[in-house]
C-alpha cells in the first residue's frame, strides 16, 4: 500500500533555528514527492517537488530512496515560516497521497 | 485572475439539507481534484476527473455526487447532509496527472448543524 508518514504533529523552534520536518513513505515503486504548505488563511500550494531538486524559501527536501525518506530542511526558520506542511506521495494510483501535516510554529 | 475557485467560502446548513459546491479553473487545466480535510487537518482525495471523466471515486457514500459539465469546472453536489461531512472541502486541478503539481482552490468550510 501506499502511504506517507509525518509523524510529527507538530514541531516549536525559536527563529533561527534549524528545523527539519519528517517524512516517510511507503511505495515499492519510484515515488514522485512534494512538499506542499498551508499558511494560515491561504489556500494550500506547492512548496518544492523532489525531481526539481531546488530550493524554495531556503528549504530544501532530499529524496532517500534506502530509508524511504523525504524529509524538508531550513537551516534557520523564520517567523513567516509557520505553517502547515504536508509531504505528498503521487506512486501508481494516479492520486496524490498526503500525509497528515506537520504544524510548524516559529517563535520570535 | 484567481486560478482555482470555490463557491461558496463558508456554507453552513442542517443536517438532512441538499447543497453544492462550485469550483472553477482558468488554468487550462484536464485533471480536477475534490479532497475533504477534517478537524484534525487531515486531507484526503475525494474524486478526481480528467477532462470530464471520472479517474478517481475514493470510496465516498453516494451521497456526494460529483458533476464536471465542462473541464475548467467540477462541482460537488450532497445529498441529505450530515454531522460529520462537516470538512473543509478543496478544489485542485493539474496540468494532466497526479503527478503535475496541484493548484488547490481556497477552500470551502461546511458546517452542519
Known amino acids: 500500500a501506499q502511504r506517507v508518514t509525518q509523524p510529527e504533529k507538530l514541531l516549536s523552534v525559536f527563529k533561527g533555528a534549524p528545523v527539519e520536518l519528517k517524512c516517510n513513505y511507503s511505495y515499492s515503486g519510484s515515488p514522485e514527492l512534494f512538499w506542499y504548505v498551508q499558511y494560515s488563511r491561504q489556500r494550500l500550494q506547492l512548496l518544492l517537488r523532489h525531481i526539481s531538486r531546488e530550493s524554495i524559501k531556503g528549504f530544501t527536501a532530499d529524496l532517500n530512496k534506502g530509508e524511504t525518506s523525504f524529509h524538508l530542511k531550513k537551516p534557520f526558520a523564520q517567523e513567516e515560516d509557520s505553517a502547515m506542511y504536508y509531504c505528498a506521495l503521487s506512486g501508481s494510483t494516479d492520486k496524490l497521497i498526503f500525509g497528515t501535516g506537520t504544524r510548524l510554529q516559529v517563535f520570535p | 485572475d484567481t486560478a482555482v475557485s470555490q463557491t461558496p467560502k463558508y456554507l453552513v446548513t442542517q443536517m438532512g439539507n441538499d447543497k453544492s459546491i462550485k469550483c472553477e479553473q482558468n488554468l487550462g487545466h484536464d485533471t480536477m481534484y475534490w479532497y475533504k480535510q477534517d478537524s484534525k487537518k487531515f486531507l484526503k482525495i475525494m474524486f478526481s476527473y480528467n477532462n470530464k471523466e471520472l479517474i478517481i471515486n475514493e470510496t465516498v457514500p453516494n451521497r456526494f455526487s460529483p458533476k464536471s459539465p465542462d473541464k475548467a469546472h467540477l462541482n460537488l453536489h450532497i445529498n441529505s447532509l450530515e454531522l460529520g461531512d462537516s470538512a473543509v472541502y478543496f478544489c485542485?486541478?493539474?496540468?494532466?496527472?497526479?503527478?503535475?503539481?496541484?493548484?488547490f482552490g481556497p477552500g470551502t468550510r461546511l458546517t452542519v448543524l
Open positions: 485542485a486541478s493539474s496540468l494532466s496527472g497526479s503527478s503535475d503539481t496541484q493548484y
